[in-house]
């Protein structure tokens, strides 16, 4: 679909909204630490541009996959993290001789995905009133254009452009960077827009 | 040395001095095409594996880089345009890994695009002198026009390793 320059304002909007909420859950999660998260970037790229959308595509980067589907409309949904700021985020959750990249990191790395998504399509239900079930989380921890090439594939996915939403989360005296990419299946995108009656 | 770096669902060919880089194949597969004899490597970095379940190639916007039964001959006309000759060459495939603990029916898109790139090849008489496939890992793959060679990296845990294929290429 095409989209213009209203679609991206409440793309926009949506991301404000979802950050607000992801940043309170955040804060609840990282033992009452206050978190900021600034207001996100969100940009709309074509597919082909997802593997390097994030900087080198040969980078380390751990990524939690979910699949939200309701009322008619489907999206995927792919938190990025680069290695070193999902190792920076968990060592402060974890007991000191843990690996952060052994199973418990895991579970975290996936719990902290399910948060963030989950904030933002709270926003999502309640700008349009769909109700979407998340799937239970995956987690890929390689190269950010091998990962990524996966969900396009994987997902079979043949919409044309995909949306990026840039956070910069203040935590613990540190600007962590994490990326939301969204892609929403053939159809799903002009739903939303139809519900809220826009454009 | 001439550098092209292959996107996803792209491909490209070179002849003489020069290398071809596809980076971050997952379940994608990467395809290198190599005419020994006239020097003309080629890249493909495919996405999915048959057209025809997805689109009808007729289709508007239709890139045929992006299938595996498509892209193969796709490479090979770009690279006879180059001067390669189709019984000349040879194939290197790497790729078609799993890398999420996704649910699936059957096999992973990356044993589909494996299997019908290996059938391709097969149907055009290319013989396949190495295949660095499967696993839960992703590769890069940098394909040398001068030599024939193929290197494949990985990286887990922040270390990168790396292999070259063939060690002796066959002339």
Known sequence: MIINECHKDLLAELASIGAGNAATALSQMLQDQVITLQVPE???????????????????????????????????????????AAVQLITRLLPEDCDPLGEMGSSLLMELGNILVSSYLGALSTMTGFTLRLTPPSLGL???????????AEKMMLEDNFILIKNTM????????GNLLLLPETGSLEKIYRQMGVC | MKTIYVRIADLAALQGDGVLVTVGLGSCVGVALYDPKNKVAGLAHILLDNSERYIKPSANH?????????????LIKT????GARRRNLVAHIAGGSSLFNFKFDGAGIGQKNLAVVRAR??????????ENSGGNYGRTMKFYASTGKVEISTVSKGEKKSVTVPTNPAL
Do not use: Y
């Open chain 1, 42 to 84: 969100v940009k709309i790229a074509p597919l082909q541009d997802i593997p390097a959308s994030l900087g080198d595509p040969e980078q380390e980067v751990a990524a939690v996959l979910l699949e939200a589907s309701g009322d008619g409309v489907s999206l995927t949904v792919v938190l990025v993290l680069s290695l070193q």
């Open chain 1, 142 to 152: 390689d190269m950010a254009g091998a990962l990524l090439g996966s969900v396009i």
């Open chain 1, 170 to 177: 203040h935590a613990f005296n540190e600007d962590i960077e």
């Open chain 2, 62 to 74: 239709f890139n045929p880089a992006k299938f595996a039964d498509t892209a193969i001959p796709a």
């Open chain 2, 79 to 82: 690279m006879e345009g180059l």
């Open chain 2, 121 to 130: 090849l097969d149907e055009l008489s290319i013989p396949i002198q190495s």
